[in-house]
C-alpha cells in the first residue's frame, strides 16, 4: 500500500520539477531556523549520511535551489541555505504532493479508517523493539 501511494506521489511530484530527495531536502530545510542548517544536522535530520547529503546538495546547489556556505562554527563545515528559487520550486511543488497525497490516500479513506491508522500507527510507535520487553529490558 504505502509503495503503491509513494509511487504515484513521486510521479506526481516530478511534473513540479523536484525528485522526492529533493523535496525532502527543501521541506525539512525550511522547517530550520532561518532555513538554513549544518550539512551534519539536516543530513541527521533526515536520516541520510553527510555524504549522501553531500551529493544530493552538489545538484541542487548547480541547479540553484540551495547554496553551501561555509560554516563560522566548522571550517570544516558548511551550511545548507534554502535559496529563493528553492523556496519558489517548494511551495509549487507543496501544492502537488499534497493534493497527490489527499487523491491517492486521504480520499479513499473514510473517518474510522483514518482514526484506526492513528490508532495502529500509536501503537507502533510506542511499542518495544521485537523481542525486546520492558522497553528493552529481558
Do not use: N
Not at 547529503?53 to 545548507?80: K, N, Q, T
Not at 497527490?100 to 484506526?116: G, M, N, Q, Y
Not at 492513528?118 to 520487553?133: C, D, Y
Request: contains cysteine; aromatic residues 2%; negative net charge.
Amino acid at each position: 500500500m504505502m509503495i503503491a501511494v509513494q509511487a504515484g506521489v513521486v510521479h506526481d511530484l516530478a511534473t513540479s520539477g523536484l525528485s522526492e530527495p529533493d523535496y525532502e531536502v527543501l521541506s525539512t530545510l525550511v522547517e530550520a531556523p532561518e532555513m538554513m542548517s549544518t550539512l551534519h544536522a539536516q543530513a541527521q535530520k533526515m536520516g541520510w549520511s553527510r555524504s549522501r547529503l553531500s551529493r544530493h546538495a552538489g545538484r541542487m546547489e548547480a541547479r540553484e535551489l540551495i547554496r553551501r556556505d561555509p560554516d563560522p562554527a566548522d571550517g570544516r563545515g558548511c551550511l545548507l541555505v534554502l535559496a529563493p528559487l528553492g523556496l519558489d520550486a517548494l511551495r509549487e511543488a507543496t501544492a502537488v504532493h499534497l493534493e497527490s497525497v489527499r487523491r491517492r490516500f486521504a480520499d479513499r479513506l473514510d473517518a474510522r479508517d483514518l482514526l484506526d491508522i492513528v490508532r495502529i500507527s500509536g501503537k507502533l510507535a510506542h511499542a518495544p523493539e521485537p523481542g525486546l520487553r520492558d522497553g528493552g529490558r529481558e
